[in-house]
Each structure stands twice: as C-alpha cells, then as structure tokens.
C-alpha cells in the first residue's frame, strides 16, 4: 500500500468530531455522565476541574440517557463540571517477553522498582472465544513436582484446575510451590484482592528467585478500585494468551477467582444489577465460564490455568465453589483437619479429583492410584475405632493391609515446600507404600 492509500484509510477512520460529556453525579463507586456517545467496555478519560492528571475509565452501563463508568484510578478532583472525552477504543494489555521476571499492576505497570518496561505489543483485554471445534485433546500429562498431584491428581497440558481452601490452610504455599516447580515454560501470576504485604511474602517465601525468573507477577491489592481487581484477571489471561501464541507452555495462576467474584459482585451492585444467593450478581456467573474457556490448548501452545478459589466458612458448596466446579476440569480441596495435624500440602485426596485422569495416566498408573484412594477411604473410615484402639488386628484382613499402607502413603503424600518430587520417583514410592502394606499385613 502507497502512501497516499495509507493517508486515505487513516483519514476514514479517524473521527471527525470529538465526543465528550460532563458528569452529573457520582455514588462512591460510579460516575454517571451526560453523554458522551460510548459503548459498553470503552475507555473514557474523566479530567478533573483543578489541574490533576486525567483519570481513565470505563463505560459499564448506561441509565435512562445517561453513561454509568466506574473510574481506574482516583477521583480526588472530579466534581460536576469535569468532562468526560470517549477515546473511541476498548481497553488493551501491553505485552512483551520483557515481562518475565517482572512485578507489575493491573496495567503492566512496573511495581518492583527496576526501570521501566519496553512493551511492544497490545492484545485485547477480552478475546474472542476459541472455537470449540479448533480446540486440541489434552493427552500429555504437566509435571508439577508436586506428589500429591502427580500421583493422584494427575493434570494434562491445557487443563483448568481449581484450588479450593479456607483461610490458612496453605493455599499460597500450594500456588507457590507449583508455580515453582511445574514443568512449563511460562508462569503468570495474578494476585487479586491480596494485602499488599501478601504479595511481597508470596514472591519473597512461596515463589523465590527461581520461581520469579520464568513468571510474570501481576498484584491488583485490595485498596485498589473494584474496576482495578477485575480488570488484572482478564489482563493475566491476555499476557498468557500472548505467550501461548510464541509456542509456550504457560502455567496461569489466579489466586484468588473468588477476590474477582466479589470485585465484579460491587460493580454488579453499583451499576443496579438484581443481587442473587449470597449477594451475588448475575454477571458474575456469566463471567466465570468465560474466564475459564480461554485457556487449554490452542495452536502452537498451551494455557494451563490454576484458580484458587477461596472458600467462605469452609462451606465447599457456597455459591463460587459450586459454580466453579461445574466450570473446571478437576478441583483440589485442601483440609483444614491434615493442615492442623502438620500434613502439608492439605490436600484431601478423597475429595479432590481430577477429570482428566484416566485419559493421561497409563493403566498401571491409574490402578495404582486407584488404590491408594481405596487405602486412604478405607482407614478413613475406620480412623475413629482405630484410634480409639477398638479395632484388633485380624479382624479384617482389607483393613490390616490399610493400616499397615496408610503411613507410608502419608509420607509420600507429605511434602515440604522447596522441595520438588520428580513424577516417576513419587509414583514408584507410591507403588512400594501399597505393594509393602499388603506384604505386611
């Protein structure tokens, strides 16, 4: 294309007359405007009346002939007489490879003081769904270094898992212990709605240096704008995106899917969304699954997605737990009991599952783990008349081999955080924990 064509289609698409409005209120969390003419998801900038920078936003709604935005940044300034101008475009992320190792916000923003950031490429904030007839199988199973999940758990290249907990039970530790040590050539970390003290811990004790060096970390802490907290997650998935789209293996982390939830359930409120059970708006149940679909495998990559999703009152059928399930392909529920009794990481074997199982494990894999669930849901239940010494020996010739497997099983179930079990050593010690229970019963 000549120069001239290129001036000609620049001019046919550059608007013509410039779109603004003023605001006419403001209700703590929304600015309602008259005007300007803006769709749903554009970005506006609100320029407060006494000299302070711009504040971006973005168009959430709309009532009767006014436009309803919710601000990104702070509102200190904005009063009646601040004009809103439409800036014709829907939000992008900045993306790059200069991102890995880095910190950075719900913008790409640099947060660990080390110079700025040199980010060539934008992809959209929200991208289109991936057809589901051009999606690929899920055959090759993703070392984590995890035993507890490689054993029995085991997660293929591409799934969506979900990590399910209370407060303290040592989710974070869990998140930082994959993110360590998984097998993938990318990590995205998106910490939404933490303490900012957390996410300095996470990085500090639960990542490390050698986790940090392959990751890219971005923290939207809980101080921040509603708009802010959402707007990191489908920022997070845009960063994956673009390195699934160089042939990467990326590992995506979200901790926690429930802090989005509660963003989306305020801007939901605000905005005059009906609420449902427990508060919740519609628009979060139809955020979830679309969050959720788009990872997996696609083209020359893979998305692997891990989201914690943070259990109110360790009631495991609250409302995002429930819906989550039914989103994800597995769940991993961690035990406040194992937690309390020093077996770390807590996952609950028996109530966790992983969908993909029997697709990527072999036959003798799979029977092995089938197994150890049978040994561990056996002693489990017989774990009060044994620990009340009222079980004897010889009475069930099932439950001796049991007793006799489950403390080994434990220690190849216990793990301590810095360290990684190779897939192939975890499975053979889990083999030799049965084969020596049932010799020695």
């Not at 998305?303 to 769940?331: C, F, K, Q, W």
């Not at 996952?347 to 494990?361: E, G």
Request: aromatic content about 4%; glycine content about 10%; overall charge negative.
């Amino acid at each position: 294309m000549n120069l001239q064509a290129r001036l000609q289609s620049a001019i046919a698409r550059t608007e013509m007359y410039r779109r603004q409005g003023h605001v006419v209120a403001f209700n703590g969390l929304v600015i309602e405007a008259q005007g300007p003419d803006a769709n749903i998801g554009e970005l506006c900038e609100i320029m407060p009346g006494d000299g302070r920078s711009i504040v971006p936003g973005e168009v959430v709604g709309f009532s009767k002939e006014h436009v309803l935005l919710m601000p990104y940044g702070d509102v200190g300034g904005i009063s009646g007489r601040s004009m809103i101008r439409a800036t014709g475009r829907p939000l992008d992320v900045p993306v790059g490879d200069a991102l890995l190792g880095r910190v950075v916000d719900a913008f790409s923003r640099p947060l660990d003081g080390r110079g700025p950031l040199a980010l060539p490429g934008r992809y959209p904030l929200h991208a289109a769904p991936i057809n589901p007839m051009h999606r690929q199988g899920i055959d090759e199973v993703l070392e984590t270094g995890v035993a507890a999940i490689d054993c029995l758990l085991t997660l293929g290249r591409g799934q969506r898992m979900g990590v399910f907990a209370g407060s303290g039970v040592g989710k974070s530790t869990l998140l930082g212990m994959l993110a360590r040590h998984v097998q993938a050539d990318a990590i995205v970390l998106c910490l939404v709605g933490e303490r900012g003290r957390e996410v300095g811990d996470f990085i500090r004790d639960s990542l490390g240096e050698e986790g940090l060096r392959r990751a890219v970390v971005m923290a939207a802490t809980a101080d921040q704008p509603a708009l802010v907290r959402t707007h990191a997650v489908h920022a997070s998935h845009a960063i994956a995106e673009y390195f699934r789209d160089q042939g990467k293996s990326v590992l995506l982390v979200v901790d926690s899917i429930t802090r989005f939830a509660m963003a989306q359930r305020e801007i939901g409120l605000a905005i005059g969304e009906p609420p449902t059970f427990r508060g919740y708006t519609p628009s979060v149940f139809s955020w979830l699954p679309r969050i959720a679909e788009r990872c997996g495998r696609h083209g020359k990559g893979e998305i692997t997605a891990i989201y914690s999703v943070l259990v109110e009152g360790d009631d495991m059928n609250e409302p995002i737990a429930d819906h989550m399930r039914a989103v994800l392909d597995g769940h991993i529920v961690l035990s406040r009991e194992l937690a309390q009794r020093g077996h770390l990481p807590a996952i609950d074997v028996l109530q966790s599952a992983s969908r993909l199982l029997n697709a990527l494990a072999s036959p003798e894999e799979l029977a092995c783990a089938l197994e150890a669930r049978r040994i561990l849901a056996q002693y489990d239940g017989a774990r009060d008349m044994i620990e009340l010494g009222a079980y004897q020996k010889g009475s069930n010739a099932s439950l001796d081999a049991a007793i006799q497997a489950h403390a080994d099983l434990s220690d190849v179930l216990r793990q301590a955080p810095g360290i990684a079990v190779p897939r192939v050593m975890a499975l053979q010690k889990l083999a030799t924990a049965i084969a020596a229970g049932a010799g020695n019963a």
